[in-house]
């Protein structure tokens, strides 16, 4: 999945490619990375949701707390034991975002994070409460766009672009123009 992401941006002229410590991120970054001759700079608040005690425990195990019910109906009310809330992990993944606003400050970059933290940021651009971030959908090595560049506030782009999206975030070439050699018919 990391590589076809990479084709996917490689005719994006990236400035920086930005990325969570977690191995997985790590990967798809360098993979990215390899078509633009950039080094991946590695930010701690890209990282994945800390989930504490409930990382690496399965689904089945997971569904018998009686937090999991909370996560869907109330999610800005759960901590995850030993972990951190999820409007703690919103606002990490804000603050680097934002931090990587002020670096960069123009051009194209790349931040390879974790669906729950893309989520979580999404969702306080598009103003939805933080309750109802689940309704967003973020595939694994899909891409999201913020255009943070803007006069106005930033902008959500696009949520969840996969290998079969159209490439929309490039400038198609324009059209070929013939001379015009005959004089137009009239109907």
């Known amino acids: 999945m990391a590589a076809v992401v990479a084709e996917h941006l490689a005719g994006v002229k990236l400035k920086r490619i930005y990325t969570s410590p977690m191995e997985r991120t790590r990967e798809t970054a360098a993979a990215i990375a390899a078509h633009h001759r950039l080094e991946p700079l590695i930010r701690d608040g890209l990282n994945e949701v800390d989930y504490g005690a409930w990382a690496g425990k399965k689904f089945e ?12 109906s109330a999610p800005s009310q759960v901590r995850f034991p030993g972990g951190e809330s999820l409007g703690e992990a919103q606002a990490r993944g804000l603050a680097a975002v934002e931090a990587i606003l002020a670096e960069t400050r123009e051009g194209i970059v790349a ?9 979580l940021v999404l969702a306080h ?11 967003l959908h973020v595939a694994p090595a899909s891409i999201s766009v913020l255009d943070m560049g803007g006069k106005g506030p930033p902008t959500v782009v696009t949520v969840n672009a996969t290998a079969g999206t159209p490439r929309w975030f490039e400038t ?15 109907a």
């Open 111 to 119: 931040a390879v994070t974790h669906a729950d933290v893309i989520r």
């Open 172 to 186: 198609p070439p324009a059209p070929a123009r013939k001379p015009l050699t005959e004089k137009p018919s009239k």
């Open 125 to 135: 651009y598009l103003g939805i409460h933080l309750d109802l971030y689940q309704r």
């Open 61 to 72: 195990v997971l569904r018998k707390s009686p937090l999991w019910g909370q996560l869907f």
